[in-house]
């Protein structure tokens, strides 16, 4: 097991079912997505040329991912240029080996983190910890969840799961006092712990929205603030970024700046865009004494030769989350990873295993809903059907489901066979119907009666009627 | 003008109806039908599960069937994209099954798209007393028919159009996926019979047996009144 995406076997129905059957998160995943999912198509269609933006940024992913060696040894020579360290990471445990030696070697003790989905997926807290570091995170929502324990249940949300009364319990808890359960009360606390924490602080660590190669320069986007003081109030700052990351030049950026945030929540943009090219130089007041930028590769270099490599384009905006009627209902969790929803349904096993995340490839209606609201148009049903095509050509496969399709496949070949079967299934199901609906249906067709009726075989087909009609 | 009726095995063998419904429509808007009694399945089951070896050998069942040159018009979105937009890939590396894939591809129209942007007709002299509202089908948006459907049921005499709360939400249907996981997909289309119900129509109108098989079936378990119809079927009635 890859510990990319889970820390433990994870029980996908088990998961969902308890997601359904809750109904505080059910509220809060519907408020939370259709607010979001407003947002993106008001973002999307207050530009006249969103189609061709979004056409021209999936065309720099693409280039960009055709050269990527070139375009990462560029940004190593760029941030080189400005004063900055580049680390190179082939997996979680390099990743988080480096950022412990920058630790030791600046004498941190102290740390704090600006949101980094990245750092997520490296797990780099426990580990942080287990050196004897303090961390803390200081995105409100991902504070939330440390304090709790928990992990993201959205890319950009990651304590959508929450209610107000929960995070006044949670801030309760750690501050020792009773904190009501306003939102203007818990923003103030929030703010005022956090601001201890900045002060004290070592070592920022940040992850990185994007970064120029032609110029060593790393985007960070957010709406608190918290990113910005992450990177300049510290003596060493550290952004760890997956090596998809890169952008080419420096016109390429308000490509993407006009899209994230609108994708996001239909922001033109986001409160802040922090624009960092080194750390601090000299005659200047602000800023680290240290930039350090980690690449981290952790399987995404494997994943550029497959049929998947368009999954490599996403910018980690969440919109195919929000967009998702599955997402909506079962919530991050359920889903087990780091990352989760329909983009989360194709990374999971792609980086862990595809053996051990049965479900995820099919946890999806493909309705398309994630492709539309994608801002690089990542045909995300054709990579969950491409992962499902894996499915059928693995050892474990279910030999019974494989014959079943190959069975029915020889009898819809066959027009006479297949009006026989049909002759079939109405003589067997149509006794059992009232007034032509069936209540339940025997064998795996069970599962669909739970929720609804299924409709028996007519009296008569279309083909059977064709006669007359002609 | 002349044109092959694709019906889909769904509709064959669940909802007659909306094929008769089909031809009626075309007949009275001039268009010459023909049924080739060969068809059965697209494919699109065995596509969408992985099974690529069997959706190829009902792709090319499809195309030796509809093979004669005319246009093919599909009371059905998911099956049309299935055709137009998987067809060409399925056959990616087979420069001659690709290209008679491409062939059919250009000739398939979905119902609505034919009668639109083929026909060039909006209002198709249908109709329909009561009121009515829209569920949009998944396979809609991937074709890009984002509007046809809603500008033809607009145009009908006695009309009632209702606008559907979350209309464009996938229904929860999804093939396999409805008996997969049973339990997300029917908080999916109970929450879609729920806006429905609270959209007070008479009728429910859907462009996909997939999708009515699944709604029908949930506002029947409901005990609703909502009657879940066809496009065809609506713009039949005169």
Redesign the interface.
């Known amino acids: 097991m890859n510990e990319y995406a889970r820390h433990e076997h994870h029980d996908f129905l088990n998961a969902?079912?308890q997601a359904?059957a809750d109904p505080p998160l059910q509220a809060a995943l519907v408020r939370l997505t259709t607010t979001l999912m407003a947002g993106n198509r008001r973002g999307y269609a207050a530009l006249a040329d969103i189609d061709d933006l979004r056409d021209h940024a999936k065309r720099i992913k693409e280039h960009t991912l055709a050269h990527l060696d070139r375009y990462l040894e560029q940004l190593e020579a760029s941030v080189q240029k400005h004063g900055g360290q580049v680390h190179w990471a082939a997996n979680a445990e390099e990743g988080r080996r480096i950022v412990l030696d920058i630790a030791r070697q600046t004498k941190s003790r102290r740390i704090v983190k600006s949101k980094s989905m990245t750092s997520e997926e490296i797990h780099l807290n426990p580990a942080l910890e287990a050196e004897g570091l303090d961390v803390t995170e200081t995105d409100f929502g991902e504070f939330i969840i440390q304090l709790a324990g928990e992990r993201p249940s959205h890319i950009v949300a990651p304590a959508v799961h929450h209610t107000r009364e929960s995070i006044a319990r949670v801030l309760s808890k750690y501050s020792g006092e009773t904190l009501p359960d306003d939102p203007q009360s818990l923003a103030k606390a929030g703010r005022r712990l956090l601001r201890q924490k900045f002060a004290q602080a070592d070592m920022g660590i940040s992850g990185a929205n994007f970064a120029v190669a032609e110029t060593g320069t790393i985007v960070l986007i957010s709406n608190e603030g918290n990113a910005r003081l992450t990177t300049t109030w510290p003596r060493v700052h550290v952004a760890i970024m997956g090596i998809e990351k890169v952008l080419p030049r420096w016109i390429d950026l308000p490509v993407f700046l006009k899209l994230l945030a609108r994708a996001a929540t239909g922001q033109p943009l986001s409160v802040y865009t922090s624009i960092i090219t080194g750390p601090r130089r000299a005659g200047e007041r602000d800023g680290p004494e240290e930039f350090h930028l980690v690449l981290l590769d952790n399987g995404r270099s494997r994943v550029l030769s497959t049929p998947f490599r368009e999954s490599l384009q996403c910018i980690r905006c969440g919109a195919c989350l929000n967009a998702c009627?599955?997402y909506r209902?079962?919530g991050g969790h359920a889903y087990g990873g780091v990352y989760s929803g329909p983009i989360g349904s194709i990374l999971t096993p792609l980086y862990d295993s595809v053996a051990d995340n049965p479900h995820l490839?099919?946890?999806?209606?493909?309705?398309?809903?994630c492709q539309?609201a994608c801002p690089v148009k990542i045909n995300i049903p054709?990579m969950l059907?491409?992962?499902?095509?894996?499915?059928?050509q693995e050892k474990g496969k279910s030999r019974w489901e494989?014959l079943a399709?190959?069975l029915?496949?020889a009898v819809?070949?066959r027009?006479w066979l297949?009006r026989l079967t049909?002759r079939c299934?109405r003589f067997v199901l149509r006794p059992l119907a009232r007034e032509g609906?069936l209540r339940r249906l025997p064998g795996?067709?069970a599962?669909?009666t739970?929720?609804?009726?299924?409709?028996?075989?007519?009296a008569?087909?279309?083909?059977?009627?064709?006669g007359e009609?002609? | 003008m002349k044109v092959s009726l694709l019906v889909t095995c769904l509709g064959d063998a669940l909802f007659p109806d909306v094929g008769v419904a089909t031809v009626r429509l075309l007949r009275r808007l001039g268009v010459v039908v023909d049924f080739p009694e060969a068809q059965t399945c697209c494919g699109q089951p065995h596509f969408n599960s992985g099974y690529h070896e069997d959706a190829r050998d009902l792709a090319r069942h499809t195309l030796r069937t509809f093979d004669n040159g005319q246009t093919v018009v599909i009371p059905s979105g998911s099956c049309a994209a299935m055709i137009k937009l998987e067809y060409p890939h399925l056959f990616h590396d087979d420069p001659v099954w690709r290209s008679r894939a491409e062939d059919l591809a250009r000739r398939t129209h979905e119902l609505s798209d034919f009668l639109v942007n083929v026909l060039g007709v909006e209002d198709v002299g249908a109709r329909f007393e009561g009121k009515v509202t829209y569920h949009m089908a998944c396979h809609l948006r991937g074709l890009g028919l984002l509007t046809e459907p809603e500008r033809l049921l607009t145009r009908v005499k006695g009309l009632e159009y209702i606008k559907l709360e979350r209309a464009d939400e996938c229904c929860g249907f999804g093939g396999s996926f409805s008996v997969r996981y049973p339990g997300i997909s029917g908080a999916m289309v109970q929450d879609k019979a729920g806006f429905i119900e609270k959209a007070g129509v008479s009728a429910v109108v859907a462009t996909d047996a997939g999708c009515l098989m699944n709604i029908a079936g949930c506002l029947r378990r409901r005990g609703s009144s909502v009657q879940a119809l066809h496009l065809a079927q609506v713009l039949e009635m005169t």
């Open positions: 969902a079912q359904l009627p599955v209902r079962i490839p099919h946890v999806s209606s493909l309705c398309g809903a539309a054709h059907i491409g992962l499902r095509e894996l499915q059928t494989k399709y190959r029915s496949c819809l070949s027009p297949y049909l299934a609906w795996p067709g599962a669909w739970a929720a609804r009726d299924f409709p028996a075989p007519a008569r087909s279309f083909r059977e009627s064709w009609l002609r």
